[in-house]
């Protein structure tokens, strides 16, 4: 239906860390679905046997399969990683933003309020992204990396878009923690947006250098080919020269379909003056 959009409320545990009992979330789901805004219902289960909630903010059925989920929660590096994640989605990837939220409020005018904030956050990222339609997620976990790999396990997302940490100097890339969480063994691919991309809100993605020799990282120029070609862009061997995205894949005894980084590719953040995408092991990210 034209129009239709929802923001989604997901579980991903219940008990002692995160806020909210498998009770409250049973009770919940068998609740009728309350009148007024955003009404909740129950969807499918999720982990720690909680059921996933999910709060509509308009008339229609909920969106999933999102192939690029950006990190989101309003601070000015997170609007990098929409700056990141908008020039990707000019390959074709659908977009998602998706913010965590550490804990469930047990006072339900509490939780309106934090439930409300957080929309807030999302709406102010779709309208900078330019994009109404653009899926959005609210996620209950204690963990912000582990969270959002869950929910891109589920949705089939091929990559998680981040912000570098607050501290980074503009143009330079490093990751946070929840960044580094995934980095190290997660499940999908993994962008780190250049501090400061966000005054290019608008700009695109013209060169993209695979800077790392040798055939393990074989997925990283079948990637960067790839991308240049629906991007109109230009491939590398090196990031002498200023680029626009830097591609490694992960490191030779990587389990596949798992990103695990080296020394090599540490230094490739480290040294990295533009976006850098991570891949996972074996798994190259194709538009």
Same mark, same amino acid.
């Given at each position: 239906?034209?129009?239709?959009?929802?923001?989604?409320?997901?579980?991903?545990?219940?008990?002692?860390?995160?806020?909210?009992?498998?009770?409250?979330?049973?009770?919940?789901?068998?609740?009728?679905?309350?009148?007024?805004?955003?009404?909740?219902?129950?969807?499918?289960?999720?982990?720690?046997?909680?059921?996933?909630?999910?709060?509509?903010?308009?008339?229609?059925?909920?969106?999933?399969?999102?192939?690029?989920?950006?990190?989101?929660?309003?601070?000015?590096?997170?609007?990098?990683?929409?700056?990141?994640?908008?020039?990707?989605?000019?390959?074709?990837? @659908? *977009? $998602?933003?998706?913010?965590?939220?550490?804990? !469930? #409020?047990?006072?339900?005018?509490?939780? /309106? &309020?934090?439930?409300?904030?957080?929309?807030?956050?999302?709406?102010?990222?779709?309208?900078?992204?330019?994009?109404?339609?653009?899926?959005?997620?609210?996620?209950?976990?204690?963990?912000?990396g582990d969270s959002l790999g869950q929910l891109a396990?589920?949705?089939?997302?091929?990559?998680?878009?981040?912000?570098?940490?607050?501290?980074?100097?503009?143009?330079?890339?490093?990751?946070?923690t929840s960044a580094q969480y995934l980095l190290d063994?997660?499940?999908?691919?993994?962008?780190?947006?250049?501090?400061?991309?966000?005054?290019?809100?608008?700009?695109?993605?013209?060169?993209?250098?695979?800077?790392?020799?040798?055939?393990?990282?074989?997925?990283?120029?079948?990637?960067?080919? @790839? *991308? $240049?070609?629906?991007?109109?862009?230009?491939? !590398? #061997?090196?990031?002498?020269?200023?680029? /626009? &995205?830097?591609?490694?894949?992960?490191?030779?005894?990587?389990?596949?379909?798992?990103?695990?980084?080296?020394?090599?590719?540490?230094?490739?953040?480290?040294?990295?003056?533009?976006?850098?995408?991570?891949?996972?092991?074996?798994?190259?990210?194709?538009?």
């Amino acid at each position: 239906m034209s129009g239709d959009r929802a923001v989604v409320v997901e579980v991903l545990g219940c008990g002692r860390g995160y806020g909210v009992r498998a009770v409250d979330c049973v009770r919940r789901a068998q609740d009728p679905p309350r009148a007024g805004r955003g009404g909740m219902r129950s969807g499918s289960g999720a982990g720690g046997g909680c059921v996933i909630l999910a709060r509509e903010t308009r008339k229609g059925a909920l969106t999933v399969g999102a192939n690029v989920i950006i990190s989101y929660d309003g601070t000015p590096n997170d609007d990098d990683a929409l700056a990141l994640g908008k020039m990707l989605s000019r390959a074709g990837f @659908a *977009l $998602a933003l998706a913010y965590v939220r550490h804990s !469930r #409020e047990f006072d339900q005018r509490r939780e /309106d &309020l934090a439930q409300h904030d957080a929309e807030q956050r999302l709406e102010r990222g779709a309208t900078m992204v330019g994009d109404g339609e653009i899926a959005r997620r609210v996620v209950i976990g204690a963990s912000t990396g582990d969270s959002l790999g869950q929910l891109a396990e589920r949705e089939g997302a091929s990559v998680v878009v981040f912000g570098s940490d607050y501290r980074t100097p503009p143009g330079h890339v490093e990751p946070g923690t929840s960044a580094q969480y995934l980095l190290d063994g997660g499940s999908v691919a993994v962008a780190i947006a250049a501090a400061g991309l966000r005054t290019q809100l608008d700009g695109a993605i013209r060169s993209i250098a695979v800077p790392l020799a040798g055939p393990t990282n074989d997925v990283a120029r079948q990637t960067a080919n @790839a *991308l $240049a070609a629906k991007l109109g862009a230009t491939v !590398r #061997e090196s990031h002498a020269e200023p680029v /626009d &995205l830097i591609v490694v894949g992960s490191q030779p005894n990587a389990p596949a379909g798992h990103v695990v980084i080296g020394g090599d590719v540490r230094n490739e953040l480290s040294s990295a003056r533009s976006s850098v995408l991570v891949l996972a092991g074996g798994v190259p990210l194709l538009p």
